[in-house]
């Protein structure tokens, strides 16, 4: 019993351990701080959600350089913090073009956020502002990750690799607020050890293989491959005790299809990072990447810090690029603008200094996230992500899920069917949200040349749409197949033996007839009808329906006489049975009483 107290210590020591907390205004690390270091030791990070299939369709993931709607940025960390923040924002709606969405963790925030942006001059009516909890500004490493699903927009997150439980919630409320598809995968990663090209390059340092102990690389670059249509390269990651995140945004950025910026070391030449960054930078060159190399310096001692000038943000026609006051690497400032400049002749170069984050182990790149432009431009776009394919009985019921996108926002969605490979077009529904589902009846026609239509409509009426990638098929049997099955047999009368049939067969929601002939002309006679067979004796025949109405008719000159009917259209009715035979009274050609009549009619109902 003695030799357990120990470990009923231990467990009694982690039940105890304290939640790390994130007071507001406080500067907390962009790496893991020593309390989250503890906490770690007895306790699993938080999964913001469980794991989704990755999308459906083309999928194309954006890249820094692409046009840009606005950036993100978290309204945390200390007032120096902040005041980076507001300056760039200020940048950002008046030299980019783009929108600035400030997440505050209440209402009460906004004026105070509003106050220290509008005052570094930015253009109010391009800052938006979510209200949601978040932890930290370390908003790269947790936010939302956009990809283009068929041309819309939709957001794919993972498991952030800190326990700042808020933050990690943070994509899944994002998606929600702006109407995104969301696609979540299983990996623990922080969204600063990546970059990516638009060509279907990703590349990120192995430390997120080291975090995801037992997956194993080619898992991993699978996971890459389904959710975001990547192709990654793995370079390895810096020593912690010269960057404590591990992150590939630290030392290396892509700023175009074919252009690269990776940090050389000019006072550390023979160190661990600049043989890293040497061996990328070849790397990066035989892929046929022009490599533009940055200066970069890691101070020494237990406060040391990494001075990176490759950590900057792009957006739109700008970059704004960290500037430092210590005069370790001060002199690397102008160099640092001017590199940017070579490798970015066509945007203006906006430099900001960051000394304030760059002790906390991020710069600029880290407090920021991208919001892509609409990829229409000016059209919305629509993306019918489901049915496209398959066979649908009629009547069943259709879940048809779309998305849709547009730059000023999707005023309205519409949904058609076509059974005709798209000749013409009937309403299912309109005046639909810009995302979302709808359980529609499958039509009773059949074909094979069935389509669904999603159609997305803007304020200024421009529209696209998407249909269905193969055609489907409406009015498939499901094992239901409609039929006339006679049964029993009839008594003679006047014109021989009478015959009870149909003009077609009982196919649900279409017209049929039924056809009653070789009966005594002129001549009434009953046409009885129910849901279950009989063989009741009468007259020297069978009563072969269980009936509950007969309907009365009239023969004509020669003995024949039509009922028509409508099959009903509900898919409910499939596979039913109904009953029907006609008996004709009066007949002096009928033995006994002088009742004739024809054998069953047995009509199944269906497809």
């Known amino acids: 019993m003695l030799s357990l107290l120990p470990s009923i210590l231990l467990l009694a020591a982690a039940a105890q351990e304290p939640q790390p907390v994130y007071p507001e205004g406080a500067d907390i690390s962009r790496a893991l701080t020593k309390a989250e270091t503890q906490w770690l030791k007895t306790h699993d990070l938080v999964r913001p959600a469980a794991a989704t299939p990755p999308a459906e369709g083309p999928v194309f993931c954006v890249p820094e350089y692409a046009p840009m709607d606005g950036i993100l940025i978290a309204w945390e960390g200390t007032n120096g913090q902040k005041t980076i923040l507001a300056q760039m924002a200020a940048a950002v709606t008046t030299m980019a073009d783009a929108k600035v969405y400030c997440v505050v963790d209440s209402a009460s925030e906004i004026s105070a956020a509003t106050n220290s942006i509008q005052g570094q001059g930015a253009d109010m009516n391009l800052v938006e502002f979510p209200i949601t909890k978040t932890d930290t500004i370390w908003i790269r490493d947790y936010g939302p990750?956009?990809?283009?699903?068929?041309?819309?927009?939709?957001?794919?997150?993972?498991?952030?690799?800190?326990?700042?439980?808020?933050?990690?919630?943070?994509?899944?409320?994002?998606?929600?607020?702006?109407?995104?598809?969301?696609?979540?995968?299983?990996?623990?990663?922080?969204?600063?050890?990546?970059?990516?090209?638009?060509?279907?390059?990703?590349?990120?340092?192995?430390?997120?293989?080291?975090?995801?102990?037992?997956?194993?690389?080619?898992?991993?670059?699978?996971?890459?491959?389904?959710?975001?249509?990547?192709?990654?390269?793995?370079?390895?990651?810096?020593?912690?005790?010269?960057d404590s995140t591990q992150h590939l945004d630290m030392w290396m950025i892509v700023v175009d299809d074919d252009k690269v910026i990776i940090s050389e070391w000019p006072t550390q030449g023979s160190s661990t990072q600049a043989q890293i960054c040497d061996a990328a930078a070849a790397t990066m060159a035989a892929k046929g990447f022009q490599v533009f190399r940055m200066p970069a310096k890691s101070t020494s001692g237990w406060n040391g810090v990494h001075y990176t000038y490759t950590n900057a943000v792009m957006c739109n026609d700008i970059v704004m690029v960290p500037q430092f006051s210590n005069s370790a690497i001060s002199q690397y400032n102008s160099t640092a603008l001017q590199v940017w400049q070579a490798a970015c002749p066509s945007k203006t170069i906006v430099p900001i200094n960051s000394d304030a984050l760059v002790t906390s182990a991020g710069v600029m790149h880290c407090v920021m996230m991208h919001v892509p432009a609409a990829s229409d431009g000016d059209n919305p776009t629509a993306y019918l992500v489901g049915p496209n394919d398959g066979s649908f009985a009629a009547g069943a019921p259709i879940e048809v899920s779309w998305i849709s996108d547009d730059d000023l926002g999707v005023a309205s969605v519409n949904l058609d069917y076509s059974i005709d490979g798209g000749a013409t077009w009937q309403s299912i529904a309109t005046g639909l949200p810009l995302a979302g589902s709808f359980t529609w009846v499958s039509p009773m026609a059949a074909t094979t040349q069935g389509q669904i239509r999603v159609t997305a409509y803007d304020a200024?009426?421009?529209?696209?749409?998407?249909?269905?990638?193969?055609?489907?098929?409406?009015?498939?049997?499901?094992?239901?197949?409609?039929?006339?099955?006679?049964?029993?047999?009839?008594?003679?009368?006047?014109?021989?033996?009478?015959?009870?049939?149909?003009?077609?067969?009982?196919?649900?929601?279409?017209?049929?007839?039924?056809?009653?002939?070789?009966?005594?002309?002129?001549?009434?006679?009953?046409?009885i009808f129910g849901s279950a067979p009989a063989n009741d004796p009468f007259d020297g025949a069978n009563v072969l329906v269980d009936y509950s109405t007969y309907y009365s008719l009239h023969s004509n000159a020669i003995g024949q006489a039509t009922m028509p009917g409508n099959v009903p259209a509900n898919g409910a009715y499939a596979g039913m049975s109904f009953f029907w035979q006609v008996w004709v009274p009066n007949d002096p050609a009928a033995a006994g009483a002088g009742w004739a009549c024809t054998a069953g009619l047995e009509t199944v109902l269906g497809y």
């Open 145 to 242: 990750r956009y990809i283009y699903q068929n041309g819309v927009r939709a957001i794919v997150d993972h498991d952030y690799n800190r326990p700042r439980n808020n933050d990690n919630a943070f994509p899944d409320f994002f998606s929600r607020y702006r109407h995104r598809a969301y696609y979540n995968h299983d990996l623990t990663h922080g969204g600063g050890n990546f970059h990516l090209d638009a060509l279907g390059g990703g590349y990120l340092t192995r430390l997120i293989t080291n975090e995801n102990n037992g997956m194993g690389e080619a898992y991993i670059h699978g996971v890459f491959d389904a959710y975001q249509n990547l192709d990654c390269t793995f370079f390895a990651p810096f020593p912690s005790s010269v």
């Open 460 to 527: 200024n009426a421009l529209s696209q749409f998407d249909i269905n990638d193969t055609d489907l098929e409406f009015g498939a049997s499901g094992g239901n197949t409609a039929q006339l099955i006679p049964y029993g047999s009839g008594k003679a009368g006047s014109n021989g033996m009478p015959a009870l049939t149909a003009s077609a067969l009982p196919i649900l929601g279409t017209q049929i007839q039924f056809e009653i002939n070789q009966v005594r002309g002129n001549s009434p006679l009953y046409l």
